[in-house]
């Protein structure tokens, strides 16, 4: 009897317990049968698509950048390595396949220590309630929750299947740096797809959903390291791997793909078509959808754009600032754009400087005076109309009337000299401002601007004489695809930018075919891009002879070096470079388009063509070449002092012979 005396004097304490965890469980239960009937619906998992990145493809199929709330890439089931599923099988739950959503003894453990210490500390869960924590419950850490969490997890192992459910938390969990799904984190720390991951990668990947920040290799490398090895013992004692394998993942280094950042390329071309995305298809579609973007852009040539732009930049500031123009911190901006002028595709795109500090895209919002890169389109007309090369404007002092201003308008050209009578041909060449007015006037304004419309400027133009100096504002898109224009022949290729858009299940949403529509005759934008190649040879775009291949372009400059330009083509690719300050102050003395603008146009242009064959533009079958004297523009004997070979349109060519005397009196 002595002996039972100790157990009955413990009587009172053990009923007292199992009283008490009895009422504890009692009330849990009798709580749980409340709440049964306010638990979300789970039937929604059935049409549940959580949020899935939209990826932006180049035309090669290269990634460009996704867009996403949470940047998720659906993997499906049989695409996840039983690796990587056993490793987190072994880590957060590795009864998953026998239990029936909870694991009443983990929830009864879990909750004897958070009554002891007095907080929600541990937590107990299976991964079905993490999954139904994560879809349908706020994170809160409360008794409450988490008996909701575990009657929701009974509900979802009724209706689905575990490949289902595990397909689902293994795409839905969050894994920490913005990754959400096992693909999105293996590419994100390790710039490669789950399929490829090895052991050792595989077991930090599994050790991140208990606590992603702490345990991230980004963050951490020591903890991520001692998680890692906690899950590759997990991972041996369930015999999903050999000790030796064990050893080996242990000791093999963390190589972590480069994080990504804010900067990176084509930022102002991906946001170009974020835009569009938007407007077309809605914030939910575009973030949630997983849609494929296959756009136009080249990596090869956007990287040569933005090195370009970055490096012209810098010398053209640090220029300014030597030359004491700037006394704030202002910074001259510039943009390129690169148009395929066979169908419209832009190949390359930068909007300004530095995306960072400014996402104003100036390459399609910026609307500045083009200067004299206009007059190419003053000479088309010229030549439309059947005027040649080879006419002849006096270029001498003349006096408009300027109601604007109520008096006259005396233009005047950038060297302050008058040249006499001069060829159309010397005219563009040498940019000659006076003469290239009273060609405006002598073929038509309204001839001009519907020419000019017609290749692809959408911008307002002002129909006045100083039209032909380039006094209506432009973007460089619309410029540099009105000279693609004359690139491709006359023939006009609408730019774009998407090739094509698909969901997630690979269907087209939308596929882009080229728009063409007759600009201008062959022959006549063939004659006005021989004369722009003689700029590049002759005239005031000779740094384009850099590139050592057959290419046209045109320099631009406004009233007090406000505005640079060198807009210029080659049979397979056309590019414009605008520089200048956004508040459109002077960028100083001798900026001009052909010392500012075309350095940073050919570094561009030789490296998007490095791989690219020398090819020259082929003149149509109405094209006759005729040799001229230079200085007369008549047909050339041998008394002539200066001759070259001349192109025309078949009737507009010279009839008359040039004298050892240079005529005085010739007139238009």
Not at 588 to 593: A, F
Not at 658 to 666: A, I, N, P, V
Request: with cysteine.
């Amino acid at each position: 009897m002595a002996g039972l005396l100790p157990l009955y004097s413990r009587r009172p304490v053990v009923f007292g317990f199992l009283l008490s965890v009895s009422v504890i469980v009692g009330s849990l239960l009798g709580l749980s049968f409340a709440m049964y009937h306010d638990l979300p619906g789970i039937n929604d998992l059935e049409r549940y698509k959580p949020n899935v990145v939209t990826r932006v493809l180049a035309e090669d199929g290269r990634l460009i950048s996704e867009l996403y709330l949470e940047k998720r890439i659906w993997a499906p089931y049989r695409n996840i390595p039983n690796l990587l599923k056993n490793a987190i099988l072994d880590t957060e739950d590795d009864q998953f396949f026998s239990h029936q959503g909870v694991r009443l003894l983990s929830i009864l453990r879990a909750l004897v220590v958070d009554i002891r210490l007095g907080r929600m500390a541990q937590g107990g869960s299976t991964i079905t309630q993490q999954l139904a924590k994560q879809l349908f419950l706020t994170p809160e850490k409360s008794i409450i929750r988490k008996i909701k969490e575990a009657l929701l997890a009974i509900q979802i192992e009724k209706k689905y299947t575990k490949r289902e459910i595990l397909e689902l938390y293994l795409n839905q969990i969050y894994l920490g740096s913005g990754a959400y799904g096992v693909e999105s984190a293996s590419q994100i720390y390790f710039g490669k797809s789950v399929a490829d991951l090895s052991l050792a990668e595989t077991a930090l990947l599994a050790g991140l959903p208990r606590a992603p920040s702490r345990y991230s290799p980004f963050n951490n490398i020591e903890l991520a390291k001692q998680r890692r090895a906690t899950v590759l013992s997990r991972m041996r004692a369930e015999n999903h791997i050999s000790h030796e394998e064990e050893i080996a993942a242990r000791a093999e280094p963390i190589t972590l793909a480069k994080k990504e950042g804010n900067g990176g390329g084509a930022l102002h071309f991906v946001e170009t078509v974020r835009q569009y995305l938007e407007k077309k298809y809605g914030k939910d579609r575009l973030y949630r959808e997983g849609l494929v973007v296959t756009t136009t852009l080249n990596l090869d040539m956007q990287k040569a754009a933005e090195d370009a732009v970055a490096r012209g930049s810098q010398t053209i500031n640090e220029r300014i600032r030597r030359a004491r123009v700037l006394t704030d911190k202002a910074k001259a901006q510039a943009a390129l754009v690169a148009v395929r002028p066979g169908d419209g595709a832009v190949l390359a795109m930068v909007g300004g400087a530095d995306f960072s500090s400014s996402q104003f895209n100036r390459a399609i919002s910026s609307h500045r005076q083009p200067g004299s890169a206009f007059k190419p389109f003053v000479f088309l007309a010229a030549i439309d109309k059947g005027l040649s090369p080879a006419d002849t404007i006096i270029d001498s002092p003349v006096s408009y009337k300027d109601p604007e201003h109520k008096g006259n308008w005396k233009p005047t050209n950038f060297s302050n000299k008058f040249y006499g009578p001069v060829t159309l041909r010397t005219m563009l060449e040498n940019s000659i401002n006076v003469a290239s007015i009273k060609l405006l006037d002598k073929v038509g304004i309204d001839h001009v601007v519907a020419l000019a419309k017609r290749c692809g400027i959408q911008s307002p133009l002002t129909p006045t004489l100083s039209l032909a100096l380039g006094s209506s504002e432009v973007t460089p898109l619309e410029l540099t695809s009105a000279f693609a224009t004359l690139a491709n022949n006359g023939l006009r290729a609408e730019p774009f930018f998407i090739v094509s858009i698909k969901n997630a299940d690979n269907e087209i949403l939308e596929e882009r075919v080229p728009s063409f529509h007759d600009a201008i005759r062959p022959e006549v934008a063939y004659v006005i891009t021989n004369m722009l190649k003689g700029v590049v040879q002759n005239g005031t775009g000779r740094a384009a002879k850099a590139l050592n291949r057959p290419v046209a372009g045109k320099t631009g400059t406004t009233n007090d070096y406000r505005d640079a330009w060198f807009v210029g083509y080659t049979p397979d690719l056309a590019a414009g470079v605008w520089v200048g300050f956004d508040d459109n102050r002077s960028m100083g003395r001798g900026e001009t388009g052909g010392r500012t603008a075309a350095p940073i146009w050919v570094e561009f242009m030789i490296q998007a063509l490095r791989n690219h064959p020398v090819l020259d533009f082929t003149p149509p079958d109405s094209v006759v070449i005729r040799t001229i004297d230079r200085e007369s523009g008549k047909l050339a004997t041998k008394l002539c002092r200066d001759t070259f070979e001349e192109v025309f349109v078949a009737g507009s060519e010279p009839v008359d012979y040039c004298t050892l005397e240079r005529e005085k009196d010739m007139r238009l």
